[in-house]
């Protein structure tokens, strides 16, 4: 509380700082002739005309127009290099991250290589990395919830499988 009404303070301050500086300047401004101002912006227009000129000149000549084609070709080059170093640059980080962590990408097939060119995956792949994000899945606290219900519901189901069995047996050494 505060805070708010010491910025409060400092905003109204700066408004009324921001007020009486240019009410200071008005009076000279009003003073201006309007010639002298139409003749100020005529030379700020020619200045920009002649700034202007030079960038028309060198598009409109052929040789310049090479030159400007290649200049931005080398440009987007570079920048394109940058941006897959980075990227590679980027996965290795992750990959430190990962060994880190403990997950050192058993379920993942493929390696990253040193270009960033995308692959295609086949389905034996995407089935070896859908374990991997499973194991991601399993470890939330609402997953691990989830695995230790689905394992106290798989012991049911195999205590009940070997009672079943063993009362199968029983059956049939009681027909015999």
């Known amino acids: 509380m505060l805070i708010d009404i ?8 700066s408004c009324y700082m921001i007020w009486h500086r240019i009410s200071e300047k ?3 401004v009003v003073a201006i002739p309007d010639e002298v101002i139409t003749q100020r912006l005529h030379e700020n227009s020619a200045r920009l005309r002649i700034f202007l000129l030079h960038f028309k000149t060198f598009y409109k000549e052929e040789y310049y127009l090479n030159l400007f084609w290649s200049f931005w070709g080398k440009v987007f080059y570079k920048l394109h290099i940058f941006v897959l170093r980075l990227d590679n640059y ?7 991250i990962r ?4 997950f050192s990408g058993l379920f993942i097939s493929e390696q990253v290589t040193e270009t960033a060119v995308p692959q295609k995956a086949s389905i034996a792949d995407k089935k070896k990395s859908d374990g991997y994000w499973n194991v991601l899945k399993e470890n939330t606290p609402a997953a691990s919830m989830r695995t230790v219900q689905k394992r106290s519901v798989e012991g049911v189901r195999v205590r ?12 049939e050494h009681n027909r015999v």
């Open 6 to 13: 010491l910025l409060g303070i400092i905003f109204v301050g």
């Open 26 to 28: 008005i009076p000279q």
């Open 90 to 96: 980027i996965i290795s980080i992750l990959k430190k």
């Open 99 to 102: 060994a880190r962590n403990g």
């Open 160 to 171: 009940v499988r070997k009672t079943s069995a063993k009362t199968a047996v029983s059956r």
